[in-house]
């Protein structure tokens, strides 16, 4: 049996529902579709899951809402109208809105995501409702009553394993199952979403829960590339791949999956595979334990912007027992994770995303390592920082990577900052300044790929 999970862009439309109810239909062991909110129909469009971030602010800020709620309702009604489905199903969701809109309080987080989850949640409905239309039998599973698990707060939210056993439950359910992405219930019944892009997680999920043959993620490539296809013309296609390497992608900057949704699939070994909806015969990429690494030790290059660096010195650090400890003791006070720290005799970094930062917690955190661990200087030095990272299993077996590698930067005439090479030795970054990030990965993506057309 097969799980397949269709992305934002893949139900944006009626006529891209249509091409998933084809895909659905031209294979029998696809039996549950996990399914995103309508996503971007063209460049400049909004998802549907930002236009309910904007409508739950304009109830937060107790402002009037019609126009943004109007917003949300014209998406679907467009979608249900192009489907030829019955023009009381935009009332329904219209009603389903002003409901959860009902349910605001003091808990903004909450309600916050109630509104999110409603867009997978009406898609879903939306979409049982069109299989039924044109004869295929399917029905829409509620995640609260399937079982889909995740932990009470305050913790980042993550499925709950002790949930499979219910979710397994999905396999014996007749017909075609669509069931929403994204958004999950906890023991005490509170819903609550996932991160961005978390459709993908919902389907990894269900996935692992059903033991599925393959977990199959469509989206709007043909596969996932070397490096990002916006900014290198033509990139490599990734045949294969293995869980470790797409993780390590994702979490760097390939946002075609998401980096939380391997570990499920994994755990349970089932192979994923990132194919396209507007294409469905092309291969895609396959997901797997392992790959053949001996011919391309590097298999993508990942890029993201948006880091800062915490540079503290202090004579003597290396033998100050526990500074380490104290400096991030004082970054977790104020709530925030660390990248990387890179440290020398005297000094040591902390790379940061911009998104922990504030004015007044930058100001704090200087002041605090001033004056609890009397560094000599504190500052932070880069606030516009990109990191660039090289991955692939067969690195750690590949000597000189890493002079080609800083060998091709220099050929830009751009500095490194900073260089980390990952423990697993499946991961190699490089901390650059932000206006170099897109000529350093042209280049190194010349360096590793520019001769290879197919990878793995
Ligand atoms: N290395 C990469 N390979 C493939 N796609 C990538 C890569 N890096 C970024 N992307 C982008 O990811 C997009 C697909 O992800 P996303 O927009 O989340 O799709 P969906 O709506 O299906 O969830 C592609 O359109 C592509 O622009
Ligand atoms: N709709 C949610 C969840 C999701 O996974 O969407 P997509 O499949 O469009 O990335 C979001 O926009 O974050």
Redesign the pocket.
């Known amino acids: 049996m097969k799980v397949c999970k269709?992305?934002?862009?893949?139900v944006a439309t009626a006529e891209q529902i249509k091409k998933v109810v084809d895909i659905v239909k031209s294979d029998t062991s696809r039996k549950i579709i996990v399914v995103?909110a309508p996503?971007?129909r063209y460049p400049e469009d909004e998802k549907v899951t930002d236009l309910l971030i904007t409508l739950a602010n304009v109830a937060l800020n107790n402002k009037n809402i019609e126009t943004a709620l109007e917003n949300v309702v014209t998406r679907y009604r467009l979608i249900a109208e192009g489907l030829g489905l019955d023009s009381t199903i935009a009332q329904v969701i219209e009603d389903d809105l002003r409901n959860r809109l009902a349910t605001k309080s003091n808990d903004e987080s909450l309600f916050m995501d109630t509104m999110k989850a409603a867009g997978e949640d009406n898609n879903a409905k939306l979409i049982a409702a069109y299989f039924n239309h044109v004869g295929i039998l399917a029905q829409y599973a509620c995640p609260k009553k399937a079982g889909l698990l995740v932990n009470e707060r305050p913790e980042r939210v993550q499925a709950l394993p002790e949930g499979y056993a219910q979710l397994e439950n999905l396999k014996n359910a007749e017909g075609i199952v669509v069931f929403p992405g994204f958004f999950g219930y906890t023991k005490s019944g509170t819903l609550r979403t996932f991160n961005r892009?978390g459709?993908?997680i919902t389907g990894s999920i269900v996935a692992a829960a059903v033991r599925a043959d393959l977990y199959e993620n469509?989206?709007?490539?043909d596969?996932?590339?070397?490096?990002?296809?916006?900014v290198v013309e033509n990139?490599a296609a990734i045949g294969k791949m293995t869980y470790r390497e797409m993780r390590e992608?994702s979490y760097a900057?390939?946002?075609?999956?998401h980096d939380e949704a391997l570990m499920p699939a994994f755990l349970r070994s089932v192979p994923v595979c990132i194919k396209n909806?507007n294409n469905p015969e092309a291969p895609g990429t396959m997901i797997v334990s392992e790959r053949d690494y001996s011919s391309q030790p590097v298999i993508?290059i990942?890029t993201d912007s948006g880091f800062s660096t915490l540079f503290v010195e202090k004579y003597l650090m290396n033998q100050e027992i526990g500074f380490g400890r104290r400096l991030l003791q004082i970054l977790e006070d104020e709530g925030i994770s660390f990248e990387h720290t890179p440290s020398g005799i005297d000094n040591m970094s902390v790379i940061i995303r911009n998104e922990y930062l504030t004015e007044e917690n930058r100001v704090k955190i200087i002041k605090r390592i001033k004056e609890e661990l009397h560094a000599d200087d504190v500052h932070f030095r880069e606030t516009d920082y990109s990191m660039i990272v090289l991955v692939g299993e067969g690195m750690r077996h590949a000597t000189g990577l890493t002079a080609r590698a800083a060998t091709a930067i220099a050929r830009t005439g751009s500095n490194i900052e900073m260089i980390n090479q990952g423990s697993s030795e499946v991961s190699l970054v490089f901390g650059v300044d932000k206006r170099d990030e897109d000529k350093i990965l042209r280049e190194l993506y010349t360096e590793f790929f520019q001769r290879v057309k197919v990878l793995a």
């Not at 269709?6 to 893949?10: A, Q």
């Not at 900057?253 to 999956?257: D, E, R």
């Open positions: 269709f992305g934002g862009t893949s995103s996503g971007k892009g459709s993908d469509f989206t709007d490539v596969s996932v590339f070397a490096a990002n296809p916006t990139p992608l900057g390939f946002s075609v999956f909806t993508g990942a």
